[in-house]
């Protein structure tokens, strides 16, 4: 299934799930107006077809004691001859066990990679950047904004 296959019921069927993942199929068929069955037949398909990627709990970071975001910018080293394997392998499988590390996008530009983190507070973020990013072999520089305010976070797709 491609985007051209996507009606407008597939459309308002993402919209309303995408704001509320645990509303019923009964409420979603009164808003969109078909029967919860063709509606629960619609979401299996946008499934299957790897549309709906998961179904997740949005938690607040400051509710569960992560008061600080910040974004850093990654540069790797080119070339390390200490290990069989390039670094920007290296660095995506690090990055995986790094639980700070929300959000890892590779970038085009000056930097390699832009990672998003959620710590407690500046010397969590200070343990995170000295005993692990920088001691990362394949890690050249960084370079942090932190995050004072949130205009605006949404995880929903514009559909």
């Not at 299996?44 to 004691?65: F, H, M, T």
């Not at 390039?86 to 930097?111: I, Y």
Request: charged share 25%.
């Amino acid at each position: 299934m491609n985007n051209q296959a996507l009606d407008k019921l597939d459309a308002s069927i993402l919209r309303i799930l995408q704001a509320d993942g645990r509303k019923t199929y009964d409420l979603i068929a009164e808003q969109v107006g078909l029967s919860a069955s063709a509606v629960l037949r619609r979401v299996k398909r946008l499934e299957d077809a790897g549309i709906i990627a998961r179904y997740v709990a949005l938690v607040k970071p400051e509710s569960v004691g992560l008061g600080l975001t910040a974004y850093i910018n990654v540069r790797l080293e080119k070339h390390t001859e200490s290990h069989k394997r390039n670094p920007m392998d290296l660095f995506r499988a690090s990055v995986q066990a790094w639980p700070e590390v929300v959000e890892c996008a590779a970038l085009t530009g000056e930097m390699d990679y832009l990672l998003r983190i959620l710590v407690k507070d500046m010397s969590a973020y200070s343990h995170f950047i000295m005993d692990t990013l920088l001691k990362h072999p394949s890690v050249q520089d960084c370079k942090t904004s932190f995050m004072l305010d949130q205009v605006k976070s949404t995880t929903a797709v514009p559909v």
